[in-house]
């Protein structure tokens, strides 16, 4: 590791006490915080310090996985990112039966499709140095997608109970009496990644084609990465919250098509 | 003749270990067809519950209940619950138009056969192509009456139907209820207004503490229920 700013492929890279001067920028958030005594300072150090550790510590393992474990290792990294994306996602439906293990298959789901696509076809290269940056985004997207889902079916569960047993005690079998919460959570959690398709370029230039950019890359080149970003995160993030409501509405009802009675809703007297 | 329904036994557990309740504890009782069934009770008694147990929204953690005789995990349970309909205690509309509402669970429903359902629960053919979110509790109520019915239910369950309705809501719906059993629609109804189970029972079932404590026929159980609990419940609460 070195102090001084280097120089890749013609494009400046910052130094260590350049990298140290941007916690100027935090301090300032920090005073802001503590002015207006939203009691968050802590939350905001410990954010900070974190990202600084996790970045310099998945720095270094990347640089070995690119360096020693080839493929395999790829894989090895984008499956505990599955794991760990998981569990953020199972955690935004807490309350839900089984929401680890629903937001788990659906996180894998939604990479398998995506980035199996994108390698079958061609698109990404199985080089390591493609295919584990290109499988985080896509695990993020279709994380961001699970847990969109899962924290409204969870809403949807709790305000529409009525709904849905007004529709069951009329002999409808649990997917249809669920149909509409599924079509409305499902709704909500593609409203973002559309929205943000849709706008992508026009109010902000994204990551990917930012770094190829400042790597030296034409913009018009640049594009074309771009593109297969952002159709790919729709992709994985479509995938990730249809698996979790397919499978979230088995977990949630019982083979006599009646919602289980959650922790937080037992209350029939 | 047979009850429509025999409860025998039966006990509805929740949670487990040291921190399971019993909502409903031994009840034992039967209801009769084309008569109102009227269940009363204070809160908490476990009423909900026990009307839960007919169409299998619940199932008895012990005992047995019967239809026709059959035991109810023995019928198919979608095919159940189309025949035993259920009124919940709050409106709850599923449709944009009272017709998208009434035909939720029969779409293929014409606009005669749904004007004909609006008849039954006292709303005229006008009432059709209404928004639902243009409707008063007690229109909504029976509109939602007119949806259970859609499906041709043999038996109707209505949980305090009239519990969110204001006075005159409330008059109207009952006479609602008291038309379809005169027409003999078996219903069973849970209520916690004694004034209403005078007025609509023709069998009365009070429960208290997840127990049944006195059932027959309401003049009888009004006049001289045997069970101290019963009595202090039917002259506490009247």
Redesign the interface.
């Known amino acids: 590791m070195t102090l001084a700013a280097g120089t890749i492929n013609g494009t400046t890279v910052p130094s260590w006490p350049e990298v140290a001067l941007s916690v100027l920028l935090v301090l300032a958030a920090a005073a802001v915080i503590l002015r207006t005594r939203l009691g968050m300072t802590r939350e905001l150090v410990v954010a900070v310090v974190r990202a600084a550790v996790q970045l310099l510590a998945v720095g270094a393992l990347l640089g070995l996985i690119f360096d020693h474990a080839g493929v395999p290792g790829s894989l090895a990294w984008i499956a505990a990112m599955v794991l760990v994306a998981g569990r953020v996602a199972g955690g935004r439906g807490r309350g839900l039966p089984r929401s680890m293990y629903v937001a788990t298959a659906a996180v894998a789901a939604g990479v398998l499709t995506t980035l199996g696509t994108l390698v079958a076809v061609g698109t990404v290269s199985t080089k390591p140095t493609v295919l584990l940056p290109i499988g985080g985004m896509i695990v993020n997207g279709a994380m961001q997608g699970t847990s969109l889902v899962l924290a409204r079916l969870r809403d949807e569960v709790t305000d529409g109970r009525r709904a849905v047993e007004a529709r069951l005690a009329l002999g409808l079998p649990a997917g249809q009496a669920f149909a509409p919460h599924e079509r409305r959570a499902m709704r909500a959690a593609l409203i973002a990644p559309i929205d943000q398709t849709k706008v992508v370029g026009l109010i902000s230039l994204p990551g990917a084609m930012t770094g190829l950019i400042i790597a030296g890359v034409s913009p018009t080149l640049a594009i074309r990465y771009q593109i297969v970003v952002m159709y790919m995160l729709l992709g994985a993030w479509a995938v990730g919250s249809l698996v979790a409501t397919r499978l979230m509405r088995t977990t949630l009802f019982d083979e006599a098509h009646r919602l289980r009675p959650l922790e937080s809703l037992r209350s029939v007297a | 003749m047979p009850p429509l329904f025999a409860f025998e036994g039966v006990t509805v557990t ?2 487990v270990g040291d921190a399971h309740v019993h ?1 409903l504890s031994g009840v034992t009782t039967s209801v009769r067809a084309g008569v109102c069934t009227v269940v009363v009770g204070p ?7 026990f009307l ?1 147990l007919f ?5 008895p953690s012990s005992g047995s209940v019967t239809f026709h005789g059959n035991p109810l995990p023995s019928y198919d ?6 025949r035993i ?2 009124l ?1 205690q ?1 409106p ?1 509309l ?1 449709g944009a138009t009272v017709r998208e509402d009434i035909t ?2 029969v779409p293929e429903l014409d606009d005669a056969a749904a004007t004909a359902l609006l008849e039954r629960v006292g709303l005229g053919p006008e009432f059709l192509p209404r928004d639902t979110s243009s409707l008063s509790g007690g229109e909504a109520q029976r509109v ?1 009456l007119a ?2 019915l ?2 041709s239910p043999e038996v109707l369950l209505a949980d305090e139907p009239t519990s969110a309705l204001d006075e005159f809501a409330s008059a109207t719906v009952e006479r609602t209820l008291r038309g379809l059993v005169d027409d003999g629609l078996t219903t069973v109804l849970v209520t916690h207004d004694l004034r209403q189970a005078h007025r609509l029972a023709d069998d009365l079932v009070v429960v208290v503490s997840g127990t049944v404590v006195a059932a027959g026929p309401a003049e009888q159980v009004f006049a001289s229920a045997d069970d101290d609990r019963a009595r202090a419940f039917l002259a506490g609460a009247s």
């Open positions: 929740r949670g909502p809160s908490g008694a476990g009423k909900s519950t839960r169409n299998r929204f619940e199932d349970v979608l095919d159940l619950r189309r309909g259920l919940q709050q709850v599923l939720t669970a939602c949806r259970a859609s499906v």
